[in-house]
């Protein structure tokens, strides 16, 4: 028995192979976005280390008898605030100067400062202050609203000395308010940020290409034209799912071609398997034949030798259908298809076969509905189904073979009396050669069946599902079949 659907082994390969992809990309940029506020740090504390030198310079060239003299420093911050100019820097406006500074004697005592706020305050136990007045490289970046890190500002001090001597009588610090290079830090990351994602849709456009001009070379487009050509009338609806159609074939084609799906490996390695028992039969049966025996017993495995080679050449059969419909995209021919007639001729066509078991078949529907399908592969579904539920339905049972509208869906669905589904076979009845013993036979089918309705499933845009009855209906399992409805 074939009940029940999961994704594919290769769905999840191309999943998998895709989550990779994207969480590669993701990590690359979220190294590169986060590295970015450290380097633009460093890049501004390395301007700000000359600048410091700079001033300092500045205010040795006024030093009498190691004395400070800020005079000259006064007025040039003075002047410079007060300027008035319009920089664009990559997008960005800027009006005014942000830079400010402070100088300290040899005890720490700020002697000068830009803002005017700190002026005979005590900074000798700021990091920048206290380690260049011992002669090392001093900096510190501080908040000027404690806890408020927007309003941190950078700070790069360097030492002022006598030219005769070489004695530190002083520092000089300069100091950048980090949000004034902040707003370079976001254009940056939001800058990044859009050039990856561009990255990632132009990958993904060059592998939906590669699939569709290289694994396939014109025949999506082709198949396209060649349906809108057979179109009578200017349909949008039927041409705009078409188009979707192509799309998701583009989508399979590149999901396989990622995925290295090999139909030759995967299929003989599951056939060769399912096949070892019938062939053990076939083989144990000729090796006994070869020894003396009634004519009885030697008909008996003739027989076995006959069923267990039909059983293969069943399976061999349905694998070559099932890898056929596999490897098509879209459907070569779909028209718009009245449900109702086919269940009713399905029902009357598997009658024959229900009633030696002594089973009803029937068809249960309020209103017909119509869907774009391919006529014979649908039936063939709908058969599969209808067969399955003959199998497992008892003696006398009864089968209701229903037509339901649900908004813009259709489905068909098979109920029978039989035992239903197993719990443990509920996640596997999709498989491919997976199968239950028949109740009545005690044998089981080639496995491939519900597998063959999946794939005509997908091909409408639809889906198949399979479980149990609800217990107020009775025992028994309920297959439903899903079908976009056509609305042209």
């Known amino acids: 028995m074939e009940r029940g659907g999961t994704?594919?082994?290769?769905?999840?390969?191309?999943?998998?192979?895709?989550?990779?992809?994207?969480?590669?990309?993701?990590?690359?940029?979220?190294?590169?976005?986060?590295?970015?506020d450290p380097?633009?740090?460093?890049?501004?504390?390395?301007?700000?280390?000359?600048t410091s030198q700079l001033m300092a310079t500045l205010i040795e060239q006024d030093v009498r008898d190691g004395v400070l003299d800020t005079t000259r420093v006064e007025a040039l911050f003075k002047s410079a605030y007060a300027r008035e100019f319009e920089a664009q820097i990559f997008g960005i406006t800027k009006t005014k100067v942000e830079l400010r500074a402070y100088v300290t004697d040899n005890k720490g005592t700020v002697v000068f400062d830009s803002t005017g706020q700190s002026v005979?305050?005590?900074?000798?136990?700021?990091?920048?202050?206290?380690?260049?007045l011992q002669g090392e490289y001093g900096a510190r970046t501080t908040p000027d609203i404690p806890g408020d890190n927007a309003s941190s500002v950078m700070y790069m001090a360097a030492p002022i000395r006598v030219a005769s001597s070489g004695e530190i009588i002083g520092s000089v610090t300069v100091g950048k308010p980090v949000q004034s290079f902040g707003q370079f830090v976001a254009a940056a990351r939001s800058r990044t940020l859009y050039a990856g994602l561009l990255s990632v849709l132009a990958v993904l456009v060059l592998v939906v290409t590669v699939s569709v001009w290289l694994v396939r070379p014109f025949g999506l487009?082709?198949?396209?034209?060649?349906?809108?050509?057979?179109?009578?009338?200017?349909?949008?609806?039927?041409?705009?799912?078409?188009?979707?159609?192509?799309?998701?074939?583009?989508?399979?084609?590149?999901?396989?071609?990622?995925?290295?799906?090999n139909y030759v490996a995967d299929y003989v390695q599951t056939l060769t398997h399912e096949v070892k028992s019938p062939l053990s039969a076939i083989r144990g049966a000729a090796e006994l034949l070869q020894e003396p025996m009634e004519e009885a017993q030697r008909q008996r495995f003739l027989?076995?030798?006959?069923?267990?080679?039909?059983?293969?050449?069943?399976?061999?059969?349905?694998?070559?259908?099932?890898?056929?419909?596999?490897?098509r995209r879209v459907l070569d021919s779909a028209e718009a298809l009245a449900l109702l007639p086919v269940l009713e001729d399905l029902a009357h066509t598997a009658q024959s076969v229900a009633t030696q078991r002594h089973i009803d078949i029937n068809v249960?529907?309020?209103?017909d509905a119509t869907v774009e399908a391919d006529p014979f592969l649908l039936r063939r579904a709908v058969s599969n189904l209808l067969d399955n539920a003959l199998d497992f339905s008892p003696e006398?049972?009864?089968?209701?073979?229903?037509?339901?509208?649900?908004?813009?869906?259709?489905?068909?669905?098979?109920?029978?009396?039989?035992?239903?589904?197993p719990t443990y076979a509920q996640d596997k009845v999709f498989e491919k050669f997976y199968s239950l013993a028949r109740p009545h036979?005690?044998?089981?089918?080639?496995?491939l069946g519900l597998s063959f309705v999946k794939e005509i499933a997908s091909l409408h845009r639809g889906r198949v599902e399979l479980g149990n009855r609800p217990e107020t209906e009775g025992t028994g399992a309920s297959a439903v079949l899903w079908l976009p409805r056509s609305t042209a």
């Open 7 to 36: 994704v594919s082994k290769r769905t999840r390969i191309f999943i998998g192979i895709l989550l990779i992809y994207t969480i590669g990309i993701a990590f690359v940029l979220y190294r590169v976005v986060s590295d970015l």
């Open 39 to 50: 380097r633009y740090r460093e890049s501004t504390e390395e301007s700000l280390v000359e």
């Open 120 to 132: 005979g305050k005590d900074f000798s136990k700021w990091r920048d202050v206290r380690l260049t």
């Open 221 to 261: 487009i082709a198949d396209y034209v060649r349906y809108a050509k057979a179109q009578q009338g200017f349909h949008p609806g039927r041409l705009l799912r078409r188009a979707w159609d192509l799309l998701r074939a583009a989508y399979y084609e590149m999901r396989d071609a990622l995925a290295g799906r």
């Open 303 to 327: 027989t076995n030798i006959q069923r267990e080679t039909q059983r293969i050449q069943e399976m061999v059969d349905r694998m070559m259908e099932l890898t056929a419909l596999e490897t």
């Open 364 to 367: 249960v529907a309020q209103e």
């Open 396 to 421: 006398g049972g009864q089968i209701e073979l229903g037509l339901q509208i649900q908004g813009r869906w259709v489905c068909i669905t098979v109920r029978d009396q039989g035992p239903g589904i």
């Open 441 to 447: 036979s005690k044998k089981k089918s080639t496995g």
